[in-house]
């Protein structure tokens, strides 16, 4: 099975598992608004929309997006929301383009110095892989990335706990921080080492997807699988640090509560906030 991130049934499925921002925890709504304001941020660039549930979210609560994804099937769900809420002024002044953070410099052409602060979240940047070797592809992504940050703007980035999935062979137990799904769900999880480093983590998703309402047939499994690279906390410091040059300040929250080294429990996912030196 190839991984099913840009096909359209993965992305039909995907838009059913994460559901919309009803389904969005209060406690990620709360957090990353708050840091947001926090910082004093209005213009936030979404580098990893998919289908737009966090961007939907953050024009709720306010801010003026600008939101990018390379999957165009991904896209249109984000489209057809701005379509459908046109009528409420911060929808119709969405902007939603598709973008490759390859070419994130020539592709978003950013407002004065930079954007307020840019976030890639729900692990999106792990998709992207190193098919050379030695991650050059996905330093120029960061770089790219935090070239759109104003000076004294901030990143928000994240990735699964991939310290811990490699040294058990298993994601940490616990319900999603991100979102609430009510879909049944079975998720197995291996990991692909190349020259006796960690080079792939796949997870491979069954679910269970309801059929339409009054239908009498049992509910469909649906199979697809995504790929990820297993990026470790303390190396993506490093990939971060180089990427703002050195210029920034870095924090690190496990599951949006601030991470100490060595603390009794895993997080699920690391959240990376940098802020680039004015």
């Given at each position: ?143 790219n990335i935090a070239s ?25 137990e616990g319900k999603n ?18 020259n006796s480093k960690p ?80």
């Amino acid at each position: 099975m190839v991984d099913s991130y840009a096909d359209g049934k993965a992305a039909k499925v995907w838009q059913l598992y994460i559901g919309d921002t009803r389904r969005r925890t209060d406690e990620y709504r709360s957090w990353l608004a708050g840091l947001l304001r926090q910082h004093n941020c209005i213009r936030v660039l979404d580098v990893a929309c998919g289908t737009g549930v966090d961007s939907i979210m953050l024009v709720e609560e306010g801010f003026k997006m600008f939101s990018v994804d390379a999957s165009d099937k991904m896209l249109k769900y984000a489209l057809k929301e701005r379509w459908e809420r046109r009528k409420e002024p911060a929808f119709d002044q969405w902007v939603i383009e598709e973008a490759n953070w390859l070419t994130l410099s020539e592709d978003v052409q950013k407002p004065g110095d930079g954007f307020d602060a840019v976030i890639c979240l729900g692990n999106s940047f792990a998709h992207l892989p190193d098919f050379k070797g030695d991650q050059s592809d996905q330093k120029l992504a960061l770089c790219n990335i935090a070239s759109m940050v104003k000076p004294g703007g901030i990143l928000i980035i994240d990735h699964r706990n991939y310290d811990y999935i490699l040294e058990t062979g298993r994601a940490p137990e616990g319900k999603n921080i991100y979102y609430q799904s009510d879909l049944k769900q079975d998720i197995s999880t291996s990991v692909l080492w190349v020259n006796s480093k960690p080079h792939m983590v796949t997870l491979d998703y069954s679910l269970e997807v309801p059929q339409a309402e009054g239908a009498h047939t049992p509910p469909e499994t649906s199979k697809f699988r995504l790929s990820y690279y297993p990026h470790q906390l303390e190396s993506f410091k490093e990939l971060l640090k180089e990427a703002f040059l050195g210029k920034c300040e870095q924090s690190v929250f496990g599951d949006f509560k601030q991470h100490k080294p060595g603390q009794g429990d895993a997080p699920r996912y690391f959240i990376h906030v940098v802020k680039k030196s004015a």
